[in-house]
């Protein structure tokens, strides 16, 4: 039965070719850190076309109070404003913002700040321990200077065309130059209804609040582009939230994050000038308005991208094609980085894709665990359409919308090969940073792409830890050097202990649709395979037919079988990777000294701290207990994620506290994990007295973000 199910299927799809989409699978990617190039990583590109001297008057070089922020809202002074100020969901053409107000929460409570974002602002520690700070960052007060808006901006959702969408939870409160002459646009996301709120309520609850604020310090501290979090405060006001949308609801705390970068313009932001979809029967608000997008273009360009204007000042063709090669670009980069950490973003739709190359919109993202290719991290995401092989491809396919979006100004047949760029751009920015991670600092060859492949295939058929693997093989020092043979040794029982167990692998493989629905998209995949197709059913299908396979090939394997299966595994990489070195000491004097160098190359772009699910979990599970240090201890240990270790000061989880918190389910049913959980002297551990780095514990697979 199980084959002829998965017969049935794989005959629709091939017989169907034509009428899908083909992905391209690539496989994880990654490059070097974009914070060798601060101009990458903000997006400012060296921009400081403001006059210094409008914006400085409290003096050079001093540090701003919260009620001397220097604004300076060029986005409300140069793009069209909505005319109605009437705050309710509706169509809003001709315009890119509406002009609306934060809706007060409350008794607001700071739960975290982030020192480091903040300072970009030019504030000092002592504005951010202020009983007004929370005031100001919750909505209730307005910064003086500030002018508040939400922006309007369409999307393809999940391949297909949203319409309007815009910023129904998000308030734009302006912009903040700095001392150094960086334009900061600051935003209250969580605020309160905006004319985009559709349905919604425009608010956002702590747990969600925490993973955003959380996510956004900790992809920073990688090194990769994103947008940053300022604060999460959060109140005493409530939302009745679903979680699961399966009927048990609660009331939640309604919590804000201040989000922070150059821009927040995104490709969605390009589509309102889209006619209607011949899919979906939508349309952006604004079409036609070929006098807005131009404007945007052209703001977009001068303010962000200020060599760009410079050398095609005369010639607007020329100047909006540069600007397509760098919006598609940086972000092939972007998705190289990502899949070099493991990051997975959940919802790459247009409208969370940003013209600078920022990670943006932080939802139901996720960190590989366990390496797979195939993981989705959004349980909404029937059609895996997102998972973390797709992300490559999803992003050139957002690219291509965005110079449909543009087309206007652009034709298609000159934006076209610029989109087709991607590919080489995203390829070689990850084989550049996989060399790093695997400390080829010497030579690059061209089988290096076959070297790194192996590795992830031996991770897929091992389980083993994404993170924790690519940070143990450190361990390895150059053929060359007199301790090789024991610290090959110490390497293979190392990455030994980063596999999955038998039982974890059983749990993993274990059917996650009811049989009654299962036989539900069977008889639809018989009768009416399209509408299947277009409600991502076939995906989700294979993928329960492919873990009822793993489940029959596992079901009765040993632990001494699978452990010495992956031992073969290991020792057969090992030994490529043990030759590919034997490569890098060739024409090499003092090797003792080039390992040392590789080996801090290589903990400088494997990190050994991420937020992984169950890392985030603890914490908002503290922080809905009214107990926020949780939070600020996880933040301070994502600030420093390429430490060997971190200092947490004040924060340090005490001996007698980690006992009284941790219990059996914290620590992980798998004696597998619990061994490796126990923290070693030292090492920084969490509220449950688990290790940072630990794989997570087996409650952590039934994690489910929505």
């Known amino acids: 039965m199980l084959r002829f199910g998965k017969f049935l299927l794989e005959r629709e799809l091939f017989c169907g070719a034509s009428r899908s989409t083909t992905v391209v699978a690539f496989f994880p990617v990654q490059a070097s850190h974009f914070c060798s190039d601060p101009t990458i990583a903000t997006g400012q590109k060296g921009s400081n076309l403001c006059d210094k001297r409008k914006f400085f008057q409290r003096g050079r070089g001093e540090m701003a109070t919260l009620e001397t922020l220097s604004f300076d809202n060029l986005a409300l002074r140069t793009l069209p404003i909505d005319t109605s100020e009437e705050n309710v969901p509706r ?12 809706t007060a929460v409350t008794n607001p409570q700071t739960v975290a700040f982030s020192a480091t974002a903040l300072q970009l602002l030019d504030l000092p520690a002592s504005e951010l321990k202020r009983k007004e700070f929370a005031e100001y960052f919750s909505g209730n007060q307005l910064l003086p200077g500030s002018e508040t808006a939400a922006h309007c901006y369409c999307g393809h959702q999940f391949g297909h065309f949203s319409g309007q969408l815009g910023d129904g939870a998000a308030i734009y409160l302006g912009e903040v130059v700095n001392k150094a002459g960086e334009r900061w646009e600051i935003q209250l996301k969580g605020a309160g209804l905006t004319p985009y709120s559709r349905t919604a309520d425009g608010r956002k609850v702590l747990r969600s609040s925490i993973r955003e604020f959380l996510c956004s310090e900790a992809i920073h501290h990688l090194g990769i582009p994103t947008t940053r979090a300022g604060s999460c405060v959060t109140s005493d006001s409530r939302v009745v939230r679903d979680i699961y949308y399966n009927g048990n609801a609660s009331h939640e705390r309604c919590t804000i994050v201040l989000r922070m970068a150059p821009s927040f313009l995104r490709f969605g932001s390009f589509e309102i000038f889209k006619p209607t979809d011949e899919i979906t029967g939508r349309k952006g608000p604004s079409v036609g308005r070929s006098d807005i997008l131009i404007t945007m273009l052209d703001y977009a360009i001068k303010t962000f ?54 990670t943006i919109d932080y939802g139901p993202f996720g960190f590989l665990d366990r390496y797979d290719a195939d993981n989705i991290c959004n349980g909404s995401d029937d059609g895996g359409r997102y998972s973390y092989r797709n992300q490559p491809e999803m992003c050139k396919w957002n690219c291509e ?24 751009k995203f390829s070689d920015h990850y084989l550049g940073k996989m060399r790093k991670k695997l400390g080829l600092v010497q030579k690059e060859l061209p089988e290096d792409k076959e070297l790194f492949e192996a590795l992830l295939q031996t991770m897929t058929e091992t389980g083993a830890d994404f993170t924790n693997s690519l940070r143990g093989l450190s361990k390895l020092s150059l053929p060359g050097c007199q301790d090789f043979d024991s610290s090959l040794k110490k390497t293979k029982s190392y990455l030994l202990s980063q596999c999955c167990s038998v039982q974890e692998l059983i749990k993993a493989c274990q059917p996650r649709m009811d ?44 632990q001494a079988e699978k452990t010495g299966a992956d031992d073969q595994k290991w020792t057969d990489w090992l030994q490529k990777y043990t030759a590919r070195l034997r490569l890098e000491e060739q024409g090499v004097g003092d090797v003792q000294q080039l390992n040392n160098e590789r080996v801090a190359v290589m903990n400088s772009n494997n990190p050994k701290f991420i937020l992984r699910n169950y890392i985030a979990q603890n914490a908002i599970k503290a922080a809905e207990e009214g107990d926020f240090t949780e939070v600020q201890r996880v933040l301070r240990l994502l600030e420093q994620p390429y430490s060997e270790d971190v200092d947490l000061g004040e924060l340090e989880v005490t001996a007698g506290d980690a006992a009284a918190a941790t219990t059996d389910d914290d620590a992980g049913a798998s004696a597998s994990v619990i061994a490796k959980s126990a923290a070693a002297p030292g090492t920084a551990t969490s509220c449950t007295g688990t290790a940072y780095d630990s794989r997570p514990p087996d409650w952590a697979v039934d994690l489910c973000v929505t």
């Open 91 to 102: 169509q809003v053409p001709g315009a890119c913002f509406s002009k609306v107000s934060p």
């Open 401 to 424: 919308k965005f110079a449909e979006a543009i087309a206007m100004a652009l034709p298609t047949e000159l934006s076209t090969p610029v989109v087709k760029e991607f590919d080489q």
């Open 515 to 558: 049989p009654r629905q299962l036989q539900m998209l069977m008889l639809l995949l018989s009768t009416n395979p399209s509408l299947l197709m277009q409600l991502g059913g076939q995906g989700k299908i294979m993928r329960e037919f492919e873990r009822m396979e793993k489940l029959e090939e596992v079901k009765d394997l040993t």
């Open 305 to 358: 991208f200020p060599e760009i204007q410079e050398a095609h000042a005369d010639n607007s063709e020329e100047r909006y094609l540069a600007f397509l090669r760098e919006v598609v670009h940086r972000t092939a980069q972007l998705v190289a980085e990502w899949q070099c950490v493991g990051f997975c973003h959940g919802v790459l739709n247009t409208d969370n894709m940003s013209i600078l190359g920022l």
